[in-house]
């Protein structure tokens, strides 16, 4: 427990002698067993990865872990990144750590506040860009070619690595893979680390069989599905606002070598499974990430038969990053009453009689 993905799994990352060992004590996050929602869809095994429980709420930090051990190993002076939100607030956190200096560039207006609020806290200097989370991805490879800075974004080949520990972990809690792996796409990094993880573990023998990768973007932001980058992505997802995912090729693989889907749902479904993860299963997690629940539904809406099967759904960041979200969208109105046991009992039991 606590002890970090590096130390978990240092035979099968890109840890040699010369790699410091630094955890701030990701990885090893709950696989919770669904207690209602598989039943009502007549799953007989729904998990939820849970993780918005790493150490800044996203599984941002499994990839960023080792990406700034690389980055120390090599003697980097400094970080930047792009970022919808998660991506910057694990990067700040790391660079705080490790007492290296932060840019992160994201979108003017399109970062949920607890996000932006981690990644000023944390210290990163914080730039805003008139621009969405493509263009500042394409500045941020940009500058980094033109100066001594790394880059943190997944198109760093040591994110995918650390982040592929979650598909070792869901492998070893469970004694094999799962039938299906759902999860939401957005720069389409996560989807390639989960589906090399299956795949390595598969070659190591640790599991016989591999899952269908079952991908989903946002309606408003699906560039994948439609074959062609969105100039201007839309959605209220806004982890997954993105309309040119940089490890597109990686999707297509993983969707293709599983035999699985890429496909979208819309912002009504997904705040749907927001609320059901939430009200049913005590699940608070943010809406990019009810995009794997989402995309379960809309299965299992179209006949897919889900019996039988042994299902993960990847939550990938925290619900508390935008709380306004989850108050405008939960319906339910608070109650105010005079402070005395009368007035209390009218509200609760009294208005069930
Ligand atoms: N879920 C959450 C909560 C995310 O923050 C992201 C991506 C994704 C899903 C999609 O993962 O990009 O690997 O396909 N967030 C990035 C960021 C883009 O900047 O924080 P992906």
């Known amino acids: ?42 799953c007989t095994e729904l998990y939820f990865k849970l993780e918005g429980c790493n150490p800044t709420g996203s599984f941002k930090d499994r990839g960023m872990v080792m990406a700034i051990a690389k980055a120390l190993e090599e003697g980097t002076k400094a970080i930047m990144c792009a970022s919808t939100g998660n991506t910057s607030a694990s990067a700040a956190a790391f660079g705080a750590y490790c007492d290296i200096p932060t840019f992160v560039l994201i979108p003017k207006g399109e970062v949920a506040m607890g996000k932006l609020a981690q990644a000023m806290i944390y210290g990163a200097k914080v730039i805003m860009i008139n621009g969405n989370f493509d263009a500042a991805l394409g500045m941020v490879r940009e500058f980094t070619q033109r100066n001594d800075v790394t880059l943190v974004n997944s198109v760093n080949p040591h994110r995918i ?7 070792f972990e869901i492998v070893d809690k469970l004694g094999g893979a799962p039938d299906m792996l759902f999860i939401p796409v957005g720069n389409a990094g996560n989807i390639t680390a989960y589906w090399k993880g299956f795949r390595e573990y598969q070659d190591l023998g640790r599991s016989q069989a591999l899952p269908r990768m079952m991908g989903f ?17 839309q959605t209220i997802a806004s982890a997954i606002r993105i309309g040119n995912p940089a490890t597109w090729n990686g999707a297509i693989e993983a969707r293709d070598g599983s035999g699985g889907v890429i496909d979208a749902v819309s912002d009504d479904e997904i705040l749907e499974a927001y609320r059901l993860l939430a009200n049913k299963e005590g699940i608070f997690c943010e809406p990019a990430s009810a995009a794997s629940f989402a995309g379960l539904m809309k299965m299992h809406r179209q006949g897919m038969d889900l019996s039988d099967k042994r299902i993960v759904c990847i939550c990938t960041g925290n619900g508390l990053k935008d709380p306004d979200l989850a108050v405008s969208s939960s319906g339910g109105q608070t109650i105010e009453v005079p402070a005395n046991i009368e007035a209390l009992e009218a509200v609760t039991i009294g208005s069930e009689s």
């Open 1 to 42: 427990m606590g002890a970090g993905v590096l130390n978990t799994y240092p035979d099968l990352l890109p840890v040699t002698s010369a790699t410091p060992i630094i955890t701030m004590g990701e990885g090893d996050t709950p696989l919770v067993r669904s207690n209602r929602l598989g039943r009502e869809l007549g």
């Open 161 to 167: 690595e650390g982040q592929k520990t979650a598909a």
């Open 217 to 233: 973007q946002a309606e408003g932001a699906a560039p994948i599905v439609r074959g062609e980058p969105v100039a201007r992505p």
